[in-house]
């Protein structure tokens, strides 16, 4: 009995410490920017949605840290300058909690309110950008929902549809004449591989008929896609590029609405952290379109890990862009 206890012990520490080795030795992801290049986006100023988390926040974190101004586009304040507090003292740290982390070199940090289930607070939040900032290069759609329960945004939209695609969507439209005019400037798209298993049935885009949660999310980075092509196609010629990314699988929050028995939890939680990436490792392909010399003048491209990538036919296909922006522009209310 003593000795199958032993053995059962052992056999979890071997465990543990394999994970523990694989998670430290056998990430194969290095960071784009490895510090020398301090300062290579300062004077830029770039709208990150969905800062406050994730690979949001770790995009927000070096971009700062590159000199950028940068500004967290974020549904809930308090947890938006509460990330921003945080992001402030890592950058910084020898700057107090209020300090603007601009003593080493490092840009600064604006928080505003942009609720993406929203039409109105896409809205409002545009006119305060055009009214305040001169200049936006660098806009990455970037917050995102994951299969959550069938839920419809302020103006009936299915959840997933409406925040991902439908509220960028608007966004983008929004800002595209202050991207224009600070031209040549970017814009950077998050979408996901999990495109691969959408598709998009115009017959019921808000889900109405029947709702699988994977299917929409799919459907939604599919509609990225989709979107940033037909979007590069429409700015051929101002030097405003657009491309996409899946970032890989990363250890962050978009899980929230995963149920997982809390007896196995723990596990859940030592498989992700063994084998996900960290947040860090994740947004270095946001990092790259957002920062890199190297896809200056790139548009309507795919990447993942720095590279470019295949897509299937059915994110290429020209002709379900087309209506699928034209359908896009009625839903969201700027059809001229
Ligand atoms: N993590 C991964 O493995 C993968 C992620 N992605 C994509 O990466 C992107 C970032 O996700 P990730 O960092 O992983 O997830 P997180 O959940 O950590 O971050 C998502 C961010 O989106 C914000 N958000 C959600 N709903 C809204 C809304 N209505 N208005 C404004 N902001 C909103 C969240 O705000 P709040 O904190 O207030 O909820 C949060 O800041 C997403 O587009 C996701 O689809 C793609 C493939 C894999
Ligand atoms: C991190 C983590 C979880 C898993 C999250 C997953 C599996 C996210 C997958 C996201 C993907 C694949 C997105 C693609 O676009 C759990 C198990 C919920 C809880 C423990 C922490």
Same mark, same amino acid.
């Given at each position: 009995?003593?000795?199958?206890?032993?053995?059962?012990?052992?056999?979890a520490l071997g465990g543990v410490l394999w994970l523990a080795a694989r998670r430290f030795v056998g990430s194969n992801v290095q960071r784009l920017h490895q510090g020398g290049d301090?300062?290579? *986006?300062?004077?830029?100023?770039?709208?990150?949605?969905?800062?406050?988390?994730?690979?949001?926040?770790?995009?927000?974190?070096?971009?700062?840290?590159?000199?950028?101004?940068?500004?967290?586009?974020?549904?809930?304040?308090?947890?938006?300058?509460?990330?921003?507090?945080?992001?402030?003292?890592?950058?910084?740290?020898?700057?107090?909690?209020?300090?603007?982390?601009?003593?080493?070199?490092?840009?600064?940090?604006?928080?505003?309110?942009?609720?993406?289930?929203?039409?109105?607070?896409?809205?409002?939040?545009?006119?305060?950008?055009?009214?305040?900032?001169?200049?936006?290069?660098?806009?990455?759609?970037?917050?995102?929902?994951?299969?959550?329960?069938?839920?419809?945004?302020?103006?009936?939209?299915?959840?997933?549809?409406?925040?991902?695609?439908?509220?960028?969507?608007?966004?983008?439209?929004?800002?595209?004449?202050?991207?224009?005019?600070?031209?040549?400037?970017?814009?950077?798209?998050?979408?996901?591989?999990?495109?691969?298993?959408?598709?998009?049935?115009?017959?019921?885009?808000?889900?109405?008929?029947?709702?699988?949660?994977?299917?929409?999310?799919?459907?939604?980075?599919?509609?990225?896609?989709?979107?940033?092509?037909?979007?590069?196609?429409?700015?051929?010629?101002?030097?405003?590029?657009?491309?996409?990314?899946?970032?890989?699988?990363?250890?962050?929050?978009?899980?929230?609405?995963?149920?997982?028995?809390?007896?196995?939890?723990?596990?859940?939680?030592?498989?992700?952290?063994?084998?996900?990436?960290?947040?860090?490792?994740?947004?270095?392909?946001?990092?790259?379109?957002?920062?890199?010399?190297?896809?200056?003048?790139?548009?309507?491209?795919?990447?993942?890990?720095?590279?470019?990538?295949?897509?299937?036919?059915?994110? *290429?296909?020209?002709?379900?862009?087309?209506?699928?922006?034209?359908?896009?522009?009625?839903?969201?209310?700027?059809?001229?």
């Amino acid at each position: 009995m003593a000795v199958a206890t032993a053995a059962a012990i052992l056999a979890a520490l071997g465990g543990v410490l394999w994970l523990a080795a694989r998670r430290f030795v056998g990430s194969n992801v290095q960071r784009l920017h490895q510090g020398g290049d301090s300062g290579l *986006m300062r004077g830029k100023t770039v709208l990150i949605t969905g800062a406050n988390s994730g690979l949001g926040r770790a995009t927000a974190a070096e971009l700062l840290r590159l000199g950028a101004r940068v500004i967290m586009g974020c549904r809930d304040r308090e947890r938006a300058e509460e990330a921003a507090g945080q992001l402030r003292r890592e950058v910084c740290p020898a700057g107090g909690p209020d300090s603007e982390p601009n003593s080493g070199g490092a840009g600064e940090l604006v928080v505003k309110e942009l609720d993406l289930a929203s039409l109105s607070s896409v809205r409002s939040f545009c006119q305060e950008m055009l009214q305040e900032e001169p200049r936006l290069d660098v806009l990455i759609n970037n917050a995102g929902v994951f299969q959550c329960p069938y839920m419809k945004t302020e103006d009936g939209f299915e959840m997933q549809f409406g925040v991902n695609h439908l509220g960028h969507f608007l966004l983008t439209n929004l800002l595209l004449g202050l991207l224009k005019s600070s031209a040549p400037s970017r814009i950077v798209v998050v979408s996901s591989k999990l495109y691969k298993y959408g598709d998009i049935n115009f017959e019921d885009l808000n889900s109405e008929q029947s709702y699988n949660k994977s299917f929409c999310y799919s459907r939604s980075k599919l509609a990225n896609i989709l979107f940033t092509r037909e979007l590069a196609r429409r700015l051929e010629g101002t030097n405003v590029t657009v491309n996409v990314l899946h970032p890989g699988i990363a250890r962050t929050n978009l899980g929230r609405h995963i149920h997982i028995p809390l007896l196995v939890r723990p596990l859940f939680n030592l498989v992700s952290w063994a084998f996900f990436k960290t947040p860090e490792e994740g947004a270095q392909t946001s990092i790259y379109l957002a920062s890199s010399p190297e896809v200056e003048g790139v548009s309507g491209r795919y990447f993942g890990d720095w590279k470019e990538e295949e897509l299937l036919p059915k994110a *290429m296909d020209e002709s379900v862009a087309r209506k699928l922006w034209d359908i896009s522009e009625v839903m969201v209310g700027i059809l001229k």
